[in-house]
């Protein structure tokens, strides 16, 4: 059973930050890509961030600049810099990690992000 698990959603005012973190745990064999997809109500699921294990990444413009994502190969873990958080930053936010071969994605449950004004 592969699980990944986020943690470090919650409220926080519009200018304010937060880090999201995300652990890979169980029989995965590999993990290449690891990343950030984030959904609001109403709207469709949309990429955040995204890096590889030799650490290229990848922003959605509106992220760039004030998102910053990193990862730790030995914990299997990644993580998500949120900084000049705005309101239209709200959403459930849900991490990813490839499993080392096309197709092969693992997702966590989401972590919800909430950006008051």
């Known amino acids: 059973q592969v699980q990944l698990v986020e943690s470090g959603g919650g409220l926080v005012q519009a200018g304010g930050s937060l880090r999201l973190s995300c652990a890979v745990s169980?029989?995965?064999?590999?993990?290449?890509?690891m990343g950030w997809y984030r959904q609001a109500p109403g709207k469709q699921r949309e990429l955040v961030a995204a890096?590889?294990?030799?650490?290229?990444?990848n922003y959605a413009d509106s992220m760039r600049g004030r998102f910053t994502i990193s990862r730790d190969n030995a914990k299997n873990t990644v993580y998500l810099q949120m900084n000049s958080l705005k309101p239209e930053d709200t959403a459930v936010y849900y991490c990813?990690?490839?499993?080392?071969?096309?197709?092969?994605?693992?997702w966590g449950k989401g972590t919800l992000v909430t950006v008051s004004s």
């Open positions: 890096i590889t294990i030799g650490g290229s990444t």
């Open positions: 990813y990690a490839n499993g080392g071969r096309r197709g092969l994605d693992y």
């Open positions: 169980g029989s995965i064999f590999k993990i290449n890509t």
